[in-house]
């Protein structure tokens, strides 16, 4: 069955960066497009970068313009999808999770209904 594997969260301070890692198994990476959604305690999971119509078709949320980039890798047999965060602020501070949509789905945006897997999230924190 496909899986999503989440690596690179952690703690950092503000103004600081992180790299996040996604590698996806058993998934057909032409057939689906990658995002990063984040979620903390007590709000609905948002989208924050993400791959829509194609590989040149990117959404950034609002909040994360300027100092996040998706970025993946379909090279090999698996695909990883990145998400390198810079200039990290107290706000950033969440479960992020990489997340898989069929291509025809994902022209719509970074819905999370529309998600079809979704993997288990790597903690992210940002102190002040």
Known sequence: QVQLAESGGG??????????????????????????????????????????RDDDDIMYADSVKGRFTISQDKSKSKCILYLQMNSLKPEDSATYFCAARVFVRAAAGMVEDLVDYWGHGTQVTVSS
Not at 17 to 44: D, I, V
């Open 11 to 52: 703690s950092v301070q503000a103004g600081g960066s992180l790299k996040l890692s996604c590698t996806a198994s058993r998934l057909p990476c032409n057939s689906y497009r990658m995002a990063w959604f984040r979620q903390t305690s007590g709000k609905e999971r948002e989208g924050v970068a993400g791959f829509l």
